[in-house]
């Protein structure tokens, strides 16, 4: 797509770019996914933001306004809320579009200069999914392979577009049957990934690694606030609990009476399986 019009350029210019990533062969031996590598002529992005207009303004989209998430700018779908998921580390993870008929997560990776990433992702989902006991199937979409899968909590649909040196997923996740190819939500989904813009920067990050999300500033300023009055309320809810009673003279004390033994808690794990991963 937007690789083939970028090396022209560098062929033209005779300047080689100079910001490597640690390429990886793309896997040939998948025959399952051999008849969903066709793109169709798809009428729009996702777009590269150094193949657009010098000077323009990236959060102007085609029918509405683009939020800008530092390595990706997303259309807003008019009544769409943001749901943002914090890393353990208090920086932003992603950020969901959480729509009347479903959520719609769209994030970009960086990739090689040529295309193929999406195939050895979508059949490494594909198989992820499926030790999960997941029901997996792949369709052909716009930008070709899209990867289906029901689970017991979602049906989950993976669309993914190889750039030049980032590819873009897209995880678009419903309720049991409102998740198909005509239905509304991938209709919303996949018009959102037409109006995307990827920013790639010059870093040197290895493949199939996460770009970073920024959020706007009022945004973050807000997520902040909502911190700070949560623990607000946790601090008060502690002091607002009655103190211990002193033992009287003459009683038993409590801490020196005989208790039951503890019950051993179960623990959580800290990753959770390759399905709620994936599913995020």
């Known amino acids: 797509m937007f690789g083939r019009r970028k090396k022209e350029k560098e062929a033209e210019d005779g300047r080689p770019d100079v910001f490597e990533d640690a390429d990886t ?3 040939d031996d998948d025959t399952e996914f051999d008849d ?8 729009g992005g996702p777009y590269d933001a150094d193949d657009l207009e010098s000077g323009a303004d990236l959060t102007v989209g085609e029918v509405g306004t683009r939020l ?3 390595s990706v700018l997303v259309p807003m779908p008019q009544g769409a809320q943001l749901q943002v998921e914090m ?6 993870q992603a950020v969901h579009l959480v729509t009347q008929h479903g959520r719609v997560t769209v994030a970009a990776y960086a990739a090689p200069k040529s295309p193929g990433q999406w195939r050895e992702v979508a059949g490494d989902l594909a198989e992820s999914l499926r030790n999960d006991n997941a029901t997996v199937s792949v369709e052909s979409g716009p930008w070709g392979r899209e990867v289906f899968a029901v689970t017991p909590n979602a049906d989950l649909r993976f669309i993914g577009v190889d750039g030049y040196r980032w590819m873009v997923r897209c995880v678009v996740a419903g309720p049991s049957g409102g998740n198909t190819s005509d ?7 996949r018009a959102i990934l037409r109006d995307t813009v990827v920013k790639r ?5 290895p493949v199939r690694t996460p770009l970073p999300v920024v959020l706007p500033e009022a945004l973050a300023q807000q997520l902040a606030a909502a911190h700070q009055q949560q623990l607000a309320q946790q601090q008060g809810a502690t002091a607002q609990q009655p103190a211990p009673q002193q033992p009287g003279p003459g009683s038993q004390d409590e801490s020196q009476a005989p208790q039951p033994p503890a019950q051993p808690q179960q623990r959580r ?4 399986s390759a399905m709620q991963q ?3």
């Open 25 to 27: 062969d793309a896997a």
């Open 36 to 43: 969903f590598d066709a793109v169709t002529e798809v009428d």
């Open 68 to 70: 800008d998430l530092g």
């Open 87 to 92: 890393a353990p580390d208090g920086s932003p």
């Open 183 to 189: 239905s509304e939500l991938v209709a919303t989904a």
């Open 201 to 205: 920067g010059n870093e040197p990050n």
């Open 269 to 272: 794990g800290e990753s959770g």
């Open 278 to 280: 994936l599913g995020r």
